[in-house]
């Protein structure tokens, strides 16, 4: 269950994140834009979908300063950051 912001951020990284495994993309999460069978294209705006409803996520982030950016989100190191939100997850009972 998502309860926070904050989880429903990192949810989201956890998803567009999971191709990280493949061979493809296992070199650079910067890889992870050329993934055909993923929605994060969308929401770097590369294509779009119709179905695909990236407005809410995009709405922390910014789309004019790069370090602040969804992309940068996702492509920064995973371990540390889902941590948190792991822990704080498993403490909602």
């Known amino acids: 269950m998502i309860v926070t912001e904050y989880q429903f951020m990192y949810l989201s990284k956890y998803i567009h994140r999971n191709p990280m495994?493949?061979?493809l993309c296992k070199e650079s999460?910067?890889?992870?834009q050329n993934y055909a069978y993923s929605s994060y294209g969308n929401y770097l705006h590369n294509f779009t979908q119709s179905w695909i409803q990236s407005t809410q996520i995009l709405s922390y982030f910014s789309r004019i300063n790069t370090k602040l950016s969804y992309a940068s989100f996702v492509e920064q190191s995973f371990s540390d950051d889902v941590k948190p939100i792991m822990d704080e997850a498993l403490d909602l009972e």
Do not use: A
């Open 21 to 23: 495994s493949l061979p």
């Open 29 to 32: 999460p910067r890889s992870l």
